[in-house]
RNA sequence: GGGCCCGUAGCUCAGCCUGGUGGAGCGCCCGGCUGAUAACCGGGAGGUCGGGGGUUCGAAUCCCCCCGGGCCCA
C-alpha cells in the first residue's frame, strides 16, 4: 500500500476546518470511536482516575470557561489513555440548590416561599426542578460533545439522582457515628423577605447602603460620669447586646469631656474628637486593653428590652484580638453573640447567653421589649437612636455609605441572625485536613499555599437548608420523647420502619415515618435539606455507587487528578476534603491542577448583564472546535484567559500552515508513490542528509519535553512546544530545506530518505498533537496515515502515544543547526540590504565566525545555509578575515575635538582622515588612541570621534552575535544568465498554475523577446526545462492557439507561451 | 482589612523557580517569494520589564514597601 491513492483528496481538497471537522465528527459517530478508545484504555493495567467536578446544571448555553475546562480535561484524559492507562472518565452535573429553586420560581412568577406550599405544592416544584435540571444537562452534554470531549457521557453522574442521594445520607450518618453531627445557633446571614437562611456562595452581592454611624455610651458600673465609647453601623443590635471586646494588646486612654470620662482606643482618638467636632478634651489616663478585662458596664436600654433583664451579670469588656481593629470604631466593640459571628463564636467560648431578637421576617421578636414589632434596619433603628439621644447615651450620630450584603435574587439587605441549624464540626478534624492537604500534588504550587492558609481559618461546616431541591437531611426527630436518629441509606430506613418512597426528594421523603426506637413513638424527618456543596463534596465516591457498592471505590480510590478554576480552592476542592476526612480520613485526590477565569479582552469577568458575554453557540458557529481548543491550551493554564476573537482569529492561521505542511507531504509522497512500509527510516538510515537527522533529533526532543510537560501538568508548555516545533522547525524551516531534494524527478536515495524522515516526523507530531486538536489529527491521519499501512489503528486516537527515542536525539546538532539558522538570519539581512532577491544566486557567503563553535557548526552546516540563502559556496573565515576588508571611516565630533584640543584641531582632523583605520582599531579594541601631533601627546577618546564601518562595495556584510556574515554579491555573466532563467521558471510556473495545469503536467514552450534572455534559457536549457516540466521549448513567437503572456524582468520584455503536450 | 495570583513592545503573552547583554505572535513600515500559495518568508522601527527601595560585581528574575487588576475571604 502507498499513499499515492490520497494524494488527490489532501492536495485538491479546498482547506476549511470547519467542514475537516464535521467529517471527523460523523467518523467518529459512525466508527464508535470513543468506545473503541475506551475498550482500549480499559485494558491497560494502570489505573487512572480522573474525578470530574461537575458544572452546575443552571442554563442550558456553557460558557467559555466551562468549555476550557472541559477541554483541559479531555486534553489530559486523552494523553493518559494514550499513554497506557485505564482512565476512568466520568462525567458529572451538579443539580441541586437554591439558584435552580429561585429560576424555577421566577419561571412560575412566584414571590416567597410561602408561594411554593400554596401556590404550586412541593411536588409540582420538585418536579420542575429537576425537568429542568435535566433539559439543562442534555443541552451542555452535547455542547461539550461539539468541542470534542471524549468522556462517558452515557454514564455521566447527576447529583439528584436516589443512589446518588443515598450515598450523601452515608456521609451523614458518618459524621454522626465520629461525633461529629451536631445541631445547635449559627450566626449566619438571613433574608427576612425569602424568610431562608442563605449560604456563604450565596452572600455575593452588596449594595452600597446608608446606615447610621453612632457613638454609643455605656456606663460604666460604679463609676458615675465614666462610659466606655462604642460605635456601631446596626443600632437594630444593641438590645441584643451581651459583652464588649477589648484588644489586649491596644493602648487606651481615658479621656475627659466635659464632665464626662470616656475611654476608647488611643489610636482612634484624634479621628473620632475631629469626627465628633468635639474640640477640647483631655487625656487624664492611658492603659492597656488588658487592663480592661473584666470592667463591668451598664446597658443604657436596660429597661425597655426585656431580654436585657438575664444580662446584666455578663455585661463586661472581654479580651477579643479577633474582633477589634484599630482602623475603626473606638477600639471597644458592642458584641450581640445572636448577630455576629465573632461575636457568636467568643459568646459560646465564654458560655454567654445568644441572644437573638430578630424573628424570620425581620421584626423585633420576643423579648425586645418597646421595640416588638420594629422592622429591624428602619423602625428599630429610629427607634433605639432616639431612645439613646434623650438619654443622653449618644456621643455623636452621623451615617455611612458601605458595601452591606442583600439578597441575590429579591435585592433585600441581610442580617445576621443566630438561628438553629444543623452542622458538622469540621474544626474538630482540623489537624486531619491540613495532615492529608498536605498530602496532595498542586499545580501551581501556590494553590496549596491558598489551600493551607484557608485551612487555618477553619470553621465549622453548617449543612442544613429551609429548603426543597436538595438532598433531604436524613434526620429524624422523635415527636414524642424527642429521641433523634440518622438514617444511613434507604435499607436502614426500611428496617426502622420506614418504606422506600420512589423519589427520596421532598416531599415525598417527608412523608416517610419511623417508628421511635426509645418509646415506639412516631418519628419525622427534620424538613431542611443540605448545602448543596455537600453534593459535589461526595462525588469521589458517591459517583462511584458507594456504599451501595464497594470494589470500583475500593480500586479506584484516590482520585488522580482534578482540575477546576481557583474559585473551587475554597469551594469543591475543599468540599471533597472535608467529606473525604469525615468519610475516610483520607484525602479523595492526590493531585489538583487549577486554571484560570475566562475573563473578556479587558480583563473583567464575562458577564451577561456587561454586554460582553460570548455565547457557546456563537463560538462554535465563528471557530472551528481544534482553533478553540488550541488557543486555551496554549494559554497558561493557571493564569486568567482574555477571551478574543483576534487571538482566535491568529490561531486560526496557524492551522492553514499546519495544514499546507501536511499537503506537502502528501501531495509529493503521492506523486512518487512513496510507501512508507517499505521505505522505513531505518531502511534510509545511510542516505539521511544532516537536515534530515537535525529534524528527526528535534522531534524526538519534543516528544521528550512534550511527555515531560504534560506529565508535570504544564499542559500550556506542551502545546506552545507542538505548535513552535510544525510551524518554525517543520514548516518554515525543514520543507523549505528539502524542496529541492523533493522535487527530483528520478526516484534517488536522497528522496526517499527525506520522505521517511517527513513521514516519521509527522506521524510523530501528529500522536502528540491528538489530544489537543482531536479533529484535525483524526482527519489527516485517516487520509494521509492509515491508507498507508496495513495494521494501522481505527483512529489516531487509538495510536499510543511516542515516546522520545534519546538516540535520535543529537544535542549538538540541534545547537548547531540554532547557529546556522541565526547566520542564515543575517545572510539574508545582507542580501536584502544588497537588494540581492533572494532567486538571484551568489557566488559565495563569508561567514567570519566569533568563536570556534560557530566556525565547526557552519562547517558542518554549509550546504544548509547555502540551500537557504542561495548561495553557490559558503566560506568560513575566522575573524581576522573581514578585519582585513574591512575600511573604517573616522569622523570627527567637532565641538569636542575642538574644546580639547584647540588650535591642533585641524591637524588632529587630517590624522583622522589619514589613519583612520588605526585610529579605529585602537580605539575600538583599547578605548583610546594616542599619538604625537606637532610635539604634544594626543590622547583620542570614544567621545571624539563617529566611527563607520565599511565594507568593499561587492561586499555586503551583516553584524550578528556570532560571526560577521558577508555576501559576495559580485556575479558572473554566467550567474547572470542563470538568474535570467530563474527568473524565466518563476513565470513558466506562474502560467502553469494559471492554466489549471496539474503538477505532473508536461508542457511545451515558446519564448520570443529580449535577446540576453533568450541566451541565458538557451544557455541553461535542460535545467528550465526540468524545473518546468517542458518536454521542448521553441525560440520563437507563441502560435496564437497557445496561452501566452507578455512579461517585463528588469526592463526587458518578453513574451513566454505555453501549453500541455 | 487579610491570603494568594497577575502587571514585560501599540495589543496578547513567553522569560522569573535555578540572577549574567530583554523574547515571540499580531499590528505598523520596507523588501522578498510564488511547484504548500485566498498562503508564506526576511528586514526595520517600537520596551523607565507597574513605581520605589534593598541584596549583589551584576536584578525583568531574589527580598521589602507602594500602586493598579483578578480570585477567595473578612
Known amino acids: 500500500m502507498t499513499v499515492l491513492k490520497v494524494v488527490d483528496v489532501l492536495s485538491k481538497f479546498e482547506y476549511n476546518q470547519f467542514i475537516v471537522e464535521s467529517w471527523v465528527k460523523g467518523f467518529w459517530a459512525k466508527n464508535r470511536v470513543y468506545d473503541l478508545v475506551k475498550a482500549k484504555s480499559s485494558l491497560q493495567p494502570r489505573k487512572f482516575y480522573f474525578l470530574d467536578g461537575p458544572p452546575y446544571a443552571s442554563a442550558k448555553s456553557i460558557h467559555v470557561g466551562t468549555a476550557w475546562n472541559k477541554v483541559i480535561k479531555d486534553i489530559v484524559l486523552r494523553y493518559y489513555r494514550m499513554s497506557g492507562y485505564n482512565v476512568w472518565d466520568k462525567p458529572g452535573y451538579d443539580t441541586h440548590g437554591l439558584p435552580i429553586e429561585v429560576k424555577i420560581e421566577q419561571s412560575l412568577g412566584l414571590q416567597v416561599k410561602k408561594d411554593i406550599y400554596e401556590k404550586v405544592g412541593v411536588e409540582n416544584f420538585i418536579s420542575y426542578c429537576?425537568?429542568?435540571?435535566?433539559?439543562?444537562?442534555?443541552?451542555?452534554?452535547?455542547?461539550?460533545?461539539?468541542?470534542?470531549?471524549?468522556?462517558?457521557?452515557?454514564?455521566?453522574?447527576?447529583?439528584?439522582?436516589?443512589?446518588?442521594?443515598?450515598?450523601?445520607?452515608?456521609?451523614?450518618?458518618?459524621?454522626?457515628?465520629?461525633?461529629?453531627?451536631?445541631?445547635?445557633?449559627?450566626?449566619?446571614?438571613?433574608?427576612?423577605?425569602?424568610?431562608?437562611?442563605?449560604?456563604?456562595?450565596?452572600?455575593?452581592?452588596?449594595?452600597?447602603?446608608?446606615?447610621?454611624?453612632?457613638?454609643?455610651?455605656?456606663?460604666?458600673?460604679?463609676?458615675?460620669?465614666?462610659?466606655?465609647?462604642?460605635?456601631?453601623?446596626?443600632?437594630?443590635?444593641?438590645?441584643?447586646?451581651?459583652f464588649i471586646m477589648a484588644h489586649p494588646d491596644f493602648d487606651y486612654v481615658r479621656v475627659k469631656v466635659g464632665d464626662e470620662v470616656l475611654i476608647m482606643a488611643k489610636a482612634r482618638l484624634k479621628a473620632i474628637m475631629e469626627e465628633a467636632g468635639v474640640g477640647s478634651y483631655e487625656v487624664i489616663g492611658e492603659l492597656k486593653g488588658r487592663d480592661l478585662e473584666g470592667l463591668e458596664y451598664d446597658h443604657p436600654l436596660e429597661d425597655l428590652v426585656d431580654a436585657q433583664k438575664g444580662l446584666r451579670d455578663y455585661h463586661k469588656i472581654v479580651l477579643a484580638p479577633e474582633g477589634v481593629v484599630e482602623y475603626e470604631g473606638t477600639g471597644l466593640v458592642h458584641s450581640a453573640p445572636g448577630h455576629g459571628t465573632i461575636d457568636y463564636d467568643i459568646g459560646v467560648r465564654l458560655g454567654f447567653p445568644i441572644v437573638s431578637l430578630v424573628d424570620d421576617s425581620g421584626r423585633m421578636g420576643e423579648g425586645s421589649g418597646a421595640y416588638k414589632g420594629f422592622y429591624f434596619r428602619a423602625e428599630a433603628n429610629k427607634a433605639i437612636i432616639e431612645d439613646l439621644e434623650r438619654r443622653g447615651a449618644l456621643f455623636y450620630k452621623s451615617t455611612v455609605v458601605h458595601r452591606y450584603p442583600v439578597?441575590?435574587?429579591?435585592?433585600?439587605?441581610?442580617?445576621?441572625?443566630?438561628?438553629?441549624?444543623?452542622?458538622?464540626?469540621?474544626?474538630?478534624?482540623?489537624?486531619?485536613?491540613?495532615?492529608?492537604?498536605?498530602?496532595?500534588?498542586?499545580?501551581?504550587e501556590w494553590a496549596k499555599t491558598r489551600f493551607m492558609n484557608m485551612l487555618q481559618e477553619l470553621r465549622d461546616w453548617v449543612i442544613s437548608r429551609q429548603r426543597f431541591w436538595g438532598i433531604p437531611l436524613p434526620i429524624w426527630t422523635c415527636r414524642a420523647c424527642g429521641y433523634t436518629h440518622v438514617v444511613g441509606s434507604v435499607k436502614e430506613l426500611e428496617e426502622m420502619g420506614g418504606y422506600r418512597p420512589e423519589d427520596l426528594h421532598r416531599p415525598w421523603i417527608d412523608k416517610v415515618?419511623?417508628?421511635?426506637?426509645?418509646?415506639?413513638?412516631?418519628?419525622?424527618?427534620?424538613?431542611?435539606?443540605?448545602?448543596?456543596?455537600?453534593?459535589?463534596?461526595?462525588?469521589?465516591?458517591?459517583?462511584?455507587?458507594?456504599?451501595?457498592?464497594?470494589?470500583?471505590?475500593?480500586?479506584?480510590?484516590?482520585?488522580?487528578?482534578?482540575?477546576?478554576?481557583?474559585?473551587?480552592?475554597?469551594?469543591?476542592?475543599?468540599?471533597?476534603?472535608?467529606?473525604?476526612?469525615?468519610?475516610?480520613?483520607?484525602?479523595?485526590?492526590?493531585?489538583?491542577?487549577?486554571?484560570?477565569?475566562?475573563?473578556?479582552?479587558?480583563?473583567?469577568?464575562?458577564?451577561?448583564?456587561?454586554?460582553?458575554?460570548?455565547?457557546?453557540?456563537?463560538?462554535?458557529?465563528?471557530?472551528?472546535?481544534?482553533?478553540?481548543?488550541?488557543?486555551?491550551?496554549?494559554?497558561?493554564?493557571?493564569?486568567?484567559?482574555?477571551?478574543?476573537?483576534?487571538?482566535?482569529?491568529?490561531?486560526?492561521?496557524?492551522?492553514?500552515?499546519?495544514?499546507?505542511?501536511?499537503?506537502?507531504?502528501?501531495?509529493?509522497?503521492?506523486?512518487?508513490?512513496?510507501?512508507?512500509?517499505?521505505?522505513?527510516?531505518?531502511?534510509?538510515?545511510?542516505?539521511?542528509?544532516?537536515?534530515?537527522?537535525?529534524?528527526?533529533?528535534?522531534?524526538?526532543?519534543?516528544?521528550?519535553?512534550?511527555?515531560?510537560?504534560?506529565?508535570?501538568?504544564?499542559?500550556?508548555d506542551a502545546a506552545r512546544a507542538l505548535r513552535s516545533f510544525i510551524l518554525?522547525?517543520?514548516?518554515?524551516?525543514?520543507?523549505?530545506?528539502?524542496?529541492?531534494?523533493?522535487?527530483?524527478?528520478?526516484?534517488?536515495?536522497?528522496?526517499?530518505?527525506?520522505?521517511?524522515?517527513?513521514?516519521?516526523?509527522?506521524?510523530?507530531?501528529?500522536?502528540?498533537?491528538?489530544?489537543?486538536?482531536?479533529?484535525?489529527?483524526?482527519?489527516?491521519?485517516?487520509?494521509l496515515f492509515k491508507p498507508a499501512e496495513k495494521n494501522a489503528p481505527e483512529s489516531v486516537h487509538l495510536l499510543d502515544m511516542?515516546?522520545?527515542?534519546?538516540?535520535?536525539?543529537?544535542?549538538?546538532?540541534?545547537?548547531?543547526?540554532?547557529i546556522a539558522r541565526s547566520i542564515i538570519d543575517a545572510a539574508l539581512a545582507a542580501r536584502a540590504a544588497a537588494g540581492l532577491k533572494l532567486r538571484r544566486p551568489v557566488r559565495r557567503v563569508i561567514v567570519a565566525a566569533k568563536d570556534s563553535r560557530v566556525l565547526e557548526a557552519v562547517s558542518r552546516l554549509s550546504d544548509v545555509i547555502g540551500e537557504m540563502v542561495n548561495a553557490k559556496s559558503v566560506e568560513v573565515k575566522g575573524l581576522e578575515f573581514l578585519e582585513e576588508l574591512r575600511v573604517y571611516t573616522v569622523k570627527p565630533r567637532m565641538g569636542e575635538v575642538g574644546r580639547d584640543f584647540k588650535k591642533l584641531t585641524p591637524v588632529i582632523v587630517e590624522l583622522m582622515r589619514d589613519k583612520a583605520g588605526e585610529i579605529a582599531r585602537s580605539i575600538t579594541s583599547k578605548g583610546y588612541y594616542e599619538a604625537q601631533v606637532e610635539g604634544e601627546n594626543v590622547r583620542l577618546e570614544p567621545r571624539h570621534v563617529d566611527i563607520g564601518v565599511e565594507y568593499p562595495e561587492w561586499l555586503s556584510a551583516r553584524e550578528s552575535e556570532l560571526a560577521t556574515v558577508a555576501v559576495d554579491t559580485r556575479i558572473s555573466p554566467e550567474e547572470e544568465a542563470e538568474g535570467y532563467a530563474k527568473e524565466v521558471v518563476r513565470r513558466v510556473q506562474h502560467m502553469r498554475k494559471e492554466a489549471k495545469l496539474m503538477i505532473e503536467d508536461k508542457i511545451e514552450v515558446w519564448l520570443s523577446g529580449d535577446e540576453g534572455i533568450i541566451k541565458a534559457v538557451e544557455f541553461f536549457e535542460e535545467y528550465v526545462k526540468g524545473e518546468t516540466r517542458a518536454v521542448k521549448i521553441n525560440y520563437e513567437e507563441p502560435p496564437g492557439t497557445v496561452y501566452s503572456k507578455e512579461w517585463d524582468i528588469e526592463d526587458k520584455v518578453i513574451t513566454i507561451g505555453l501549453r500541455k503536450v
Open 130 to 242: 429537576k425537568a429542568f435540571v435535566e433539559e439543562n444537562m442534555k443541552a451542555m452534554t452535547g455542547q461539550f460533545r461539539e468541542v470534542g470531549v471524549f468522556m462517558d457521557w452515557d454514564e455521566a453522574y447527576v447529583t439528584y439522582t436516589n443512589e446518588y442521594i443515598e450515598a450523601g445520607w452515608w456521609l451523614i450518618k458518618r459524621a454522626h457515628d465520629k461525633g461529629l453531627l451536631q445541631k445547635g445557633y449559627r450566626v449566619l446571614h438571613w433574608c427576612p423577605r425569602c424568610e431562608t437562611t442563605l449560604a456563604d456562595y450565596e452572600v455575593s452581592e452588596y449594595r452600597e447602603l446608608e446606615d447610621p454611624s453612632i457613638y454609643v455610651k455605656f456606663p460604666v458600673r460604679g463609676k458615675p460620669g465614666e462610659h466606655l465609647l462604642v460605635w456601631t453601623t446596626t443600632p437594630w443590635t444593641l438590645p441584643a447586646n451581651v
Open 513 to 716: 415515618t419511623l417508628k421511635c426506637p426509645k418509646c415506639g413513638g412516631v418519628m419525622e424527618r427534620v424538613p431542611d435539606v443540605l448545602d448543596v456543596w455537600f453534593d459535589s463534596g461526595v462525588s469521589f465516591y458517591a459517583s462511584l455507587g458507594y456504599p451501595m457498592r464497594r470494589d470500583l471505590y475500593e480500586s479506584l480510590e484516590p482520585a488522580d487528578f482534578i482540575v477546576e478554576g481557583h474559585d473551587q480552592i475554597r469551594g469543591w476542592f475543599f468540599s471533597l476534603l472535608r467529606s473525604g476526612v469525615i468519610g475516610f480520613s483520607k484525602t479523595p485526590y492526590r493531585r489538583v491542577l487549577v486554571h484560570g477565569f475566562a475573563l473578556d479582552e479587558q480583563g473583567r469577568e464575562m458577564h451577561k448583564s456587561l454586554g460582553n458575554y460570548v455565547e457557546f453557540e456563537e463560538l462554535i458557529s465563528r471557530v472551528p472546535r481544534d482553533v478553540f481548543r488550541l488557543w486555551v491550551s496554549s494559554n497558561t493554564t493557571w493564569e486568567d484567559l482574555r477571551f478574543s476573537w483576534k487571538a482566535l482569529d491568529y490561531t486560526f492561521r496557524d492551522f492553514t500552515v499546519i495544514w499546507n505542511t501536511f499537503v506537502f507531504a502528501s501531495t509529493y509522497m503521492g506523486l512518487d508513490g512513496f510507501d512508507p512500509e517499505a521505505v522505513t527510516l531505518d531502511s534510509v538510515r545511510g542516505y539521511l542528509g544532516v537536515e534530515d537527522r537535525w529534524v528527526i533529533s528535534r522531534v524526538n526532543s519534543l516528544v521528550k519535553k512534550y511527555n515531560e510537560a504534560m506529565g508535570d501538568l504544564r499542559i500550556h
Open 802 to 818: 511516542p515516546s522520545a527515542n534519546e538516540s535520535l536525539i543529537d544535542e549538538e546538532l540541534e545547537r548547531d543547526m540554532d
Open 728 to 783: 518554525d522547525d517543520v514548516s518554515r524551516f525543514y520543507v523549505r530545506l528539502v524542496r529541492r531534494r523533493v522535487w527530483e524527478e528520478a526516484d534517488t536515495l536522497s528522496k526517499r530518505a527525506a520522505y521517511a524522515t517527513l513521514y516519521y516526523v509527522l506521524k510523530t507530531w501528529l500522536s502528540l498533537a491528538a489530544p489537543i486538536i482531536p479533529f484535525t489529527t483524526e482527519y489527516l491521519y485517516q487520509h
Open 407 to 444: 439578597c441575590w435574587r429579591c435585592k433585600t439587605p441581610l442580617a445576621l441572625r443566630a438561628t438553629n441549624q444543623w452542622f458538622i464540626t469540621v474544626t474538630k478534624l482540623k489537624e486531619e485536613l491540613i495532615r492529608e492537604a498536605d498530602r496532595i500534588e498542586w499545580r501551581p
